[in-house]
């Protein structure tokens, strides 16, 4: 479902609270910013929730968020609210997104279900070597050299997807002659359901 026609059936984008919290380390680090260290205090105690609950099943690390969690980012909330009216507009502090209710907001999806992750860190990781790949291969040099980057590119998505690169590649070569055009998703490695 594309993400627009999510959010119109009351759908939530689930924030990062890798990026807020990230947003406020550099708040304190540029300015010295006392609310900054406080708003990290408040999100490093989400993180040790985090960690106690990395195992549980989703309901059970639901309602533990819940418990103990929940209480720690209402307090956040109330907190920043009573100092956003001290600090006078158009200040760092005040300008920092990692601030902003909407951020806090979106990076409080997790708490509310058990499935979503406190961050998209993971996710990140993954793609790492593909966004930086994907700057260096503008630049191939020449079209055997851009044929290359492709090739790994469809290697490294093949891994991220928990293929076997060799097992994929030799599978999608031997289906690709007789493979008709409308059906060629089903050759893409999110999909991919291997030949027997």
């Not at 984008?13 to 406080?38: D, K, Q, Y």
């Not at 993180?47 to 639901?62: H, I, T």
């Not at 060799?166 to 070569?173: Q, T």
Request: glycine residues 10%.
């Amino acid at each position: 479902m594309a993400q627009k026609a999510l959010f119109a059936k009351g759908g939530k984008e689930p924030g990062c609270t890798a990026h807020a919290r990230w947003m406020l380390f550099e708040l304190h680090a540029n300015h010295s910013s006392l609310i900054a260290v406080w708003g990290l205090k408040f999100l490093d105690l989400r993180y040790d929730v985090e960690r106690d609950v990395k195992a549980l099943n989703a309901k059970d690390r639901n309602m533990t968020r819940q418990e103990k969690a929940k209480p720690d980012v209402d307090g956040l909330h109330k907190w920043l609210s009573l100092h956003r009216r001290k600090i006078p507009d158009g200040s760092a502090t005040t300008r920092s997104t990692g601030l902003q209710p909407q951020t806090l907001g979106g990076a409080d999806a997790h708490l509310y279900d058990g499935q979503i992750p406190i961050d998209n860190n993971w996710c990140e990781n993954q793609i790492g070597s593909v966004a930086l790949g994907r700057g260096n291969w503008l630049f191939a040099g020449s079209l055997r050299g851009g044929k290359r980057a492709a090739i790994m590119r469809l290697i490294q998505s093949a891994m991220i997807n928990g293929h076997d690169p060799y097992a994929y590649m030799k599978d999608i070569l031997t289906r690709l002659p007789t493979q008709g055009n409308s059906r060629s998703d089903e050759l893409l490695q999110h999909g991919l359901k291997p030949q027997t």
